[in-house]
């Protein structure tokens, strides 16, 4: 079957995995057997008392599964018809179940944190065993390990090099990252699902862009597992949506990730992925210093909500300064020195305590912009994230005369 006729069917798949997914999400007997089950949470940012279900992002999780496992026939399927079962893409229908597989792992696991809440030493370890059938399948797959040297460094390094078994552990690396920075950016309603949305549209844009070109299979591959996956998310986001009516949980968080990081490493754009994860890139870094205890760190870094306003603000830690070690201290003057925190002294009850705004790209915007209601910080947050995919697609617009920037 042509790539076109299999990308049209694909989406129809996903218009009716939205749909699915949508009414499975409005269902009042969905809600109530979350909360029956304990699984439910309080809106910190609203003054309603009310259980809001939480970990539904396993239902899309559930009802993509399921969109992808009845699409699996359609784009392998033509040699059969045509008596031309001796050119069976073998290859390509492993990488396809080798996805499918990766994703259906980080579900399970991402479950598994939502009903346990585990560590997050135990974050780290989940998206890298669930990426092993991944790196396996692209090993004997004969994938490529050699990138292209960036222009002002090839005078020292050539053209390309062979990075070898260390492309491997980048690979790796990206499954984690993918896979724990929509988790680091959370806190308020829509933010999770709003910017996995805008990541996953970009890249939808980026793989039409290089269809005509080489590559144009991978990238068709690319777009058979995002099409469902954009149907879902929007669903969810539909109920995310502040004033939020259900609570994705890490379930979504992680198949989200693990799908992203699939398709980037089975389509060959890893390195292009980086590009359009650049808020999370800049949260991750940013948020470092508390996330491996060089500043302590509260266990909820959401901003803080005013009931008397209704707006919410900055979130502090607040600490002894005898629990923060050398090296803390001089992050936090440095970052109080370029403005990039607020950093107070002498506060507490014997003012014997020092109190540090939380390092979250949130907190930082709201730095910046000071209080504001909930819903506007997320479009905030979604505006800087379309601008910097927009960037990302006008700079290869200019490498398909045929795509010009819009």
């Known amino acids: 079957m042509l790539v076109w006729e299999s990308l049209l069917i694909d989406f129809g798949v996903a218009c009716c995995a939205y749909v699915i997914c949508d009414r499975a999400l409005a269902s009042p007997d969905t809600k109530a057997s979350f909360v029956k089950a304990g699984m439910f949470g309080k809106d910190l940012n ?9 970990g539904l992002g396993v239902v899309c999780g559930a009802v993509y599964l399921m969109s992808m496992f009845l699409f699996i ?67 004997v797959g004969a994938g490529s390990t050699t990138i292209i040297v960036p222009k002002p460094l090839r005078f020292l390094l050539g053209f390309d090099v062979n990075l070898g078994i260390l492309y491997y552990v980048f690979m790796g690396m990206l499954a984690i990252f993918c896979t724990n920075s929509i988790n680091i ?14 990541i996953g549209g970009s890249i939808v844009a980026f793989n039409l862009l290089e269809l005509p070109s080489s590559w144009g299979s991978k990238h068709a591959f690319s777009l058979y597992l995002l099409l469902p996956f954009m149907g879902v998310s929007l669903a969810l986001l539909k109920h995310n949506w502040y004033p939020s009516r259900v609570f994705v949980g890490d379930t ?23 590009l359009f994860f ?49 090296v ?22 014997k003012g014997e305590e020092m109190r540090v705004s939380n390092l979250t790209i949130l907190n930082f915007v709201l730095r910046v912009i000071g209080p504001t209601h909930e819903r506007t910080l997320v479009i905030y947050m979604l505006a800087i994230q379309v601008g910097r995919s927009y960037f990302e697609c006008k700079l290869l617009s200019y490498r398909f005369p045929l795509f010009p920037a819009i």
Request: charged letters at 15%; a neutral charge; glycine letters at 8%.
């Open 46 to 54: 609203k003054k309603s008392e009310d259980k809001v279900p939480e």
């Open 73 to 139: 026939p359609v784009p392998f399927i033509r040699p059969y018809f045509l008596g031309e079962k001796g050119v069976f893409e073998h290859q390509e229908f492993a990488h396809f179940l080798c996805a499918l597989l990766c994703i259906c792992c980080m579900i399970f696991l991402g479950f598994a944190d939502d009903v346990f809440d585990l560590r997050w030493r135990h974050k780290l370890v989940m998206p890298t065993l669930a990426s092993l059938p991944l790196l396996m399948v692209y090993l």
């Open 185 to 198: 950016l959370a806190g308020i309603n829509g933010i999770e699902v709003g910017q996995s949305v805008v």
């Open 252 to 274: 979504y968080c992680y198949f989200a990730g693990m799908t992203f990081a699939v398709v980037g490493i089975l389509g060959h754009f890893s390195k292009t992925m980086g």
């Open 278 to 326: 650049m808020p999370q890139i800049f949260n991750f870094l940013y948020s470092a210093p508390q996330l491996f205890g060089l500043i302590p760190c509260p266990r909820h870094r959401l901003p803080k909500f005013d009931p008397t306003t209704g707006l919410v603000g900055n979130s502090y830690a607040q600490f002894q300064p005898s629990d923060v070690g050398p």
């Open 328 to 349: 803390g201290h001089v992050l936090l003057k440095l970052l109080a020195m370029f403005r990039l925190v607020s950093l107070d002294m002498n506060v507490g009850v």
